[in-house]
């Protein structure tokens, strides 16, 4: 069973940047073998697919609500996937899990079976 542990959330003001972790909570259980998935979740709306990454980390996709401020990497080697936010708005407001799957890649969150507890993400002033 893979656990996923979700680090870095906080609160920030507008246009302020944090950068989210997400780790494997079982050392034996490497990441490498994953795609990592990131979606966020505000309160009173669906779930949403944010980015995600693929095993090597060469191919990436962003939803249009966060390309161009949002980066996602992964070190394989520390077996850790990140999430760099920039430029944050008050509706980037949620809170943000990190999934995992094998032998799918997007932004469905039905292709993901295993998921992080999730951090809170607070934007605002």
């Known amino acids: 069973q893979l656990q996923l542990v979700e680090s870095g959330g906080g609160l920030v003001q507008p246009g302020g940047s944090l950068r989210l972790s997400c780790a494997a909570s079982e050392f034996t259980l490497g990441l490498y073998d994953y795609e990592i998935g990131w979606f966020r979740q505000a309160p009173g709306k669906e779930r949403e697919g944010v980015s995600c990454?693929?095993?090597?980390?060469?191919?990436?996709a962003y939803a249009d609500s966060v390309k161009g401020r949002f980066t996602v990497t992964r070190d394989n080697a520390k077996n850790t996937i990140y999430l760099q936010m920039n430029s944050l708005k008050p509706e980037d407001t949620a809170v943000y899990y990190c999934a995992a799957a094998r032998d799918y890649f997007g932004l469905r969150s039905s292709g993901y079976r295993y998921w992080g507890q999730g951090t809170q993400v607070t934007v605002s002033s």
């Open positions: 990454i693929s095993q090597s980390g060469a191919v990436t």
